[in-house]
C-alpha cells in the first residue's frame, strides 16, 4: 500500500514516514495541499494522511481536489492536526471526511485508522478507532460510520 503524507512540518512527516515505512508501507511525502497534488499525478496513491491547516493549499482545499480527480473519489482520506479546538473539529465534521487524529496521539492509533479506512465500508466496526473519542469522531462525522 502507498501512502502519502501531507503536512507542513518536516519532522512530524519524518515521525510518520519512519513508523509507516517500518511497517512496510511505500511512503510519498508533501509539504502542502498542492504539493500533494502534484504526487497524486505521479504515482498511484492509496491512502492520504493530511494536515488541515497548510500553507499555500490547506487540507480542505487539498481534499475536494482529490475527491474532484476521477480514481481518488473514494480514497481514504486521515486528517491530522496538532490542534484539537472547536474550530478543528467543525472543520472536519463534514460526513464526507473518513476520520481525524489529533498528532499528539500515539502511532499505534494511526495505524488502527489505517486498518478501519482501508477495509470496505460495509465491513467496518460502526465506531471508529480510539476508545471513548470514537464517540467524539462519530458525532463529528454525523453519526456516520
Do not use: C
Not at 501512502?3 to 513508523?19: C, G, M, Q, T, W
Not at 473514494?74 to 484539537?84: K, N, R
Not at 478501519?116 to 453519526?143: D, H, I, M, Y
Amino acid at each position: 500500500m502507498t501512502i502519502l503524507i501531507v503536512d507542513d512540518e518536516p519532522s512530524y512527516r519524518l515521525v510518520l514516514r519512519n513508523f509507516l515505512a517500518g511497517a512496510g508501507y511505500e511512503v510519498l511525502q508533501a509539504e502542502n495541499g498542492e504539493d500533494g497534488l502534484k504526487q497524486l499525478k505521479q504515482a498511484r496513491v492509496d491512502f492520504v494522511i493530511s494536515d488541515i491547516y497548510m500553507p499555500v493549499m490547506d487540507g480542505i482545499r487539498f481534499h475536494r481536489e482529490v475527491r474532484a480527480i476521477a480514481e481518488y473519489v473514494t480514497i481514504p482520506f486521515l486528517f491530522v492536526s496538532a490542534f484539537d479546538d472547536q474550530h478543528s473539529l467543525d472543520a472536519v465534521k463534514d460526513p464526507r471526511y473518513d476520520g481525524f487524529l489529533r498528532k499528539a496521539r500515539p502511532v499505534n492509533e494511526l495505524k488502527e485508522w489505517l486498518t478501519f479506512l482501508s477495509t470496505p465500508v460495509e465491513k467496518r466496526p460502526k465506531l471508529p478507532p480510539g476508545g471513548a473519542r470514537s464517540r467524539l469522531n462519530q458525532q463529528l462525522r454525523g453519526g456516520r460510520s
